[in-house]
């Protein structure tokens, strides 16, 4: 986790100032895990990326149980994760495990609310006119925010993310490398890259009927298999994604150095470790590799 105004690590030193003092002027949301925890793995990234669209309507505070060990036994915390809600300095809300991200949403909003009318963020106004269709509105805000907070990683992303929806994929790379340089953990960072490297072999071959045609006159076509799966990447259609890539590795390696294991991987890091697509398909590469 990139720790952000809105993003701390929380200790037991700094708990009480933090956490519970901190909770008087807005919602503290603190997530108990431990570096061992395979669902907390799952569930950060998730929170994180809660945190970034709420835009410090609450903060996301993160605390290892394994370093904070009297802490946690103060708050009871026998599994993990264990995500509490702060509010005025008393626990308001808790859950144990991962629950799904509409149920965390919907628990933030009854204590968080939607911020006041007239009063949103630049990230919410630019992501409301990007969901409009009106791109180039949406990176004028940004750009305006950026000039206060040149290094705020939530804005930063969600201009690559647009910058990606223009096709603008050299302006994304500029955009990834500022991100890189000042958050290289920020969550999102190997997505927008992943993406921005399928949007670019789509470009090359944008008429998909046409890539269609040309896989089916000749299937061993590699260009075409991997347009084709760069397509569906970007249509949200993953199991068909992975499909193609894991086809053409097994047809040909060598294509594009290693371009479809490594398509692979892209994907593996969009959807995540614990998606059921990401396991299947590790296991199928394996096989292909030994």
Known sequence: MSVTPFKIVATTENFLAEVVEASANRPVLVDFWAPWCGPCKHLMPMLDRIADDYAGRFILAKLNTDENQPLAAQFGIRSIPTVMLFDKGAVVAQFVGVKPESEIRALLDEHVGAGAPGKA??????????????????????????????????????????????????????????????????????????????????????????????????????????????????????????????????????????????????????????????????????????
């Open 121 to 290: 963020t630049p990230l919410e106004r630019a992501r409301e006119l990007s969901a409009q269709g009106e791109h180039a509105a949406a990176v004028d805000i940004i750009e305006e925010a950026l000039q206060e907070r040149p290094d705020d990683a939530p804005l930063l992303g969600e201009l690559a993310t647009i910058q990606l929806l223009q096709r603008d994929t050299s302006g994304c790379g500029e955009t990834l490398d500022r991100i890189e340089a000042r958050h290289p953990d920020f969550a999102l960072l190997k997505p927008l890259r992943a993406r921005q490297h399928f949007t670019e072999v789509a470009a090359q071959s944008p008429d998909i009927a046409a890539v269609r045609a040309a896989l089916e006159s000749d299937p061993a076509d590699p260009a075409a298999r991997n347009a084709l799966a760069a397509h569906h990447a970007l249509a949200g259609d993953y199991a068909t994604a992975l499909a193609e890539w894991l086809e053409l590795m097994r047809r040909n390696r060598s294509f594009g150095d290693d371009v479809a294991r490594k398509s692979l991987l892209m994907v593996f890091d969009i959807l995540g470790d614990e998606h059921d697509l990401v396991g299947s398909y590790r296991r199928k590469m394996a096989s292909l590799l030994h």
